[in-house]
């Protein structure tokens, strides 16, 4: 158990709606990753949060949006649907020490998203 | 930009074998960490070992060890005895080492997926 959950764990919706999927990070870490992994694909990285700012946009659509609350969860908006956003989506944390990144991220179980 | 090549789609090996599974990556930075991460048939994404790029020694956790070079900017991971438990994708990763930035999130290569035969 990595300490870092995410909810759904599965998820089918049609076309053209909008999902919100959740993370709570391990106890303690600030920053919060979101990486999306398509079938057979590796790791992309959609977008960090750090103490409930962004700090840091990969490849994440327009459609999609993201934010990280007081209580450091964060919540990763997908909106306007398509079949080819159906994939697995992961939440990682990190923790911070003293201005350097610590080391090694954890990983949620992920949110297995279809969209038919 | 930070790349991380795996250039072995699929690997395969007799169990209690050993295999090495190939990474390549290119920075222009001097200090980063680099990571094996194990993605079994579960999905669960599983740390198999780190290293960071100051130190010279290759890190060793039980029956996974790396070839670390960082001149040639290759960082390769052995499995020795392999267990049929293996049988996985395995990624490579790269992070950079941010003092008081807004980075630090991992870049992964393809993957590699291991097959093990008993």
């Known amino acids: 158990d990595s300490g870092v959950t995410q909810t759904p764990k599965h998820l089918i919706t049609a076309t053209g709606q909008r999902v919100t999927l959740r993370c709570s990070p391990r106890s303690g870490d600030l920053s919060v990753y979101w990486y999306q992994q398509s079938l057979d694909q590796g790791l992309q990285f959609l977008i960090q949060y750090y103490n409930g700012e962004e700090r840091a946009k990969g490849n994440i659509l327009e459609r999609f949006s993201a934010q990280q609350f007081p209580d450091l969860h964060s919540e990763l908006n997908l909106s306007s649907l398509e079949l080819g956003d159906s994939a697995l989506y992961f939440c990682?944390?990190?923790?911070?020490?003293?201005?350097?990144?610590?080391?090694?991220?954890?990983f949620g179980e992920g949110s297995r998203l279809t969209v038919l | 930009a930070q790349t991380v090549t795996q250039s072995q789609p699929e690997m395969s090996v007799q169990e209690a074998e050993t295999v090495t599974l190939s990474c390549t990556y290119d920075t222009s930075e001097s200090d980063y960490y680099l990571f094996w991460y194990k993605q079994p048939p579960s999905r669960q994404m599983i740390l198999v070992i780190r290293q960071e790029a100051y130190k010279q020694q290759n890190a060793t956790e039980n029956r996974f060890s790396v070839n670390f070079q960082k001149a040639a900017k290759s960082f390769s991971l052995k499995i020795s005895d392999s267990q049929l438990g293996d049988a996985a994708m395995y990624f490579c990763?790269?992070?950079?080492?941010?003092?008081?930035?807004?980075?630090?999130?991992?870049?992964f290569g393809k993957g590699t997926k291991l097959s093990v035969k008993p």
């Open positions: 990682a944390s990190s923790a911070r020490t003293s201005g350097r990144v610590s080391g090694e991220l954890f």
């Open positions: 990763a790269y992070r950079s080492v941010n003092y008081g930035g807004s980075q630090g999130n991992l870049i």
